[in-house]
């Protein structure tokens, strides 16, 4: 068994402090950077990724709308030309950065409202689509796991790494349970491990009414913004880890 954990990394900006950039990265093995759309300023993506590669943790560019007003959880309807080009730019400078940190941007993942959006929007999933393409076809695209939007880029001849999250309940139908609604994220450490223990075992986790829903992810988001994030993310790693799940980069 093996199974790659990532979390959002790089999301400070100025004064403004976001999670623990440090200890997340002694955690997880891959770090999705955010590209200063959605958060980040240079300095702090150029630290981040420093950490990523003195760790050996692999990289990937977490694109956005431009929002920063509103961290990027603000859905648009952005014109297609507007967002093939704003995600083809924010590969771009990350790849820059992580070369002069010695790093290399090896995956893409979608931030908040565009992740969401495009998991079944089909213009705006192709329009991503293509701005990977054309930014370097190289690259992986981390999409959310029983999504349209894996079936689009499969057939566009990308590479697909399907995502779960650790601390976000699911419906039955293996879909995220809103933001909005009462207990759509979760918050115990130990309940958390264990459920993605059995994502990692049987494909399937625990939804919101207690049946249980079919999940194949490759690839396990442990969200870095929450509160207690490192201990959860940590107590994740080490339930995965005495089971004897082997955690390596899909990347």
């Known amino acids: 068994m093996q199974v790659d954990l990532n979390s959002d990394l790089g999301e400070s900006l100025g004064a403004w402090r976001m999670g623990d950039d440090e200890a997340m990265l002694d955690i997880v093995t891959s770090a999705n950077v955010a590209c200063g759309f959605h958060a980040g300023d240079p300095a702090t993506i150029l630290a981040t990724l420093k950490g990523a590669a003195a760790r050996g943790v692999s990289v990937g560019a977490h694109v956005a709308y431009p929002d920063l007003a509103g961290f990027g959880r603000r859905a648009m309807d952005i014109a297609s030309g507007d967002l093939v080009a704003g995600v083809i730019y924010q590969i771009g400078a990350l790849q820059r950065l992580a070369a002069v940190a010695g790093a290399r941007v090896a995956y893409v993942k979608p931030h908040g ?78 309940q958390v491990a264990t459920r993605m223990l059995r994502l990692v075992r049987e494909g399937v986790v625990e939804a919101i009414d207690g049946s249980l829903a079919p999940v194949a992810a490759d690839s396990i988001c442990v969200h870095g913004d929450s509160p207690g994030a490192v201990a959860m993310a940590a107590q994740v790693r080490r339930t995965l880890q005495q089971a004897g799940v082997r955690l390596a980069p899909f990347a």
């Open 113 to 190: 409202a565009l992740y969401n959006t495009i998991a079944h929007d089909e213009r705006q999933a192709r329009d991503v689509i293509a701005a990977v393409r054309a930014a370097d076809p190289g690259l992986a695209l981390v999409a959310l796991a029983g999504s349209s939007l894996v079936q689009w880029a499969r057939e566009s001849g990308l590479r697909v790494v399907a995502e779960a999250f650790a601390d976000r309940a699911y419906t039955p139908q293996g879909t995220l349970v809103s933001r909005r609604d009462p207990g759509a994220v979760l918050h115990d450490a130990e």
